[in-house]
């Protein structure tokens, strides 16, 4: 069975920088449509960014600049480095595939 586990949050003051990981574990995997999603207090779930298929990937528009989704296809893991961060990307980070989901990770931006 499938396995999605982030890691990688913290407190991180603004303008501050933070590498989430995702490693997928248990059965057959290829990267196309494992993405990030991203839930804050009192809001709905909403995407970060997604690999697309092979390179391509799309960001929310939010994040672009910031932003970087990253792979290293023999540990099965996927990356997003967050860049010049901000308190509006305070949330719960969930790496997401298809109906497959993590169990989140914490990123809290405060000074």
């Known amino acids: 069975q499938v396995q999605l586990v982030e890691s990688g949050g913290g407190l991180v003051q603004p303008g501050g920088s933070l590498n989430l990981s995702c490693v997928v574990s248990?059965?057959?995997?290829?990267?196309?449509?494992l993405g990030w999603y991203r839930q804050a207090p009192g809001k709905q779930r909403e995407l970060v960014a997604v690999?697309?298929?092979?390179?391509?990937?799309k960001y929310a528009d939010s994040v672009k600049g910031r932003f970087t989704i990253s792979r290293h296809n023999a540990r099965n893991t996927m990356y997003l480095q967050m860049n010049s961060l901000k308190p509006e990307d305070t949330a719960a980070y969930y790496c997401n595939k298809g109906s497959l989901w993590g169990q989140g990770t914490l990123v809290t931006v405060s000074s």
């Open positions: 690999i697309i298929v092979g390179d391509a990937i």
């Open positions: 248990g059965g057959f995997f290829n990267f196309n449509g």
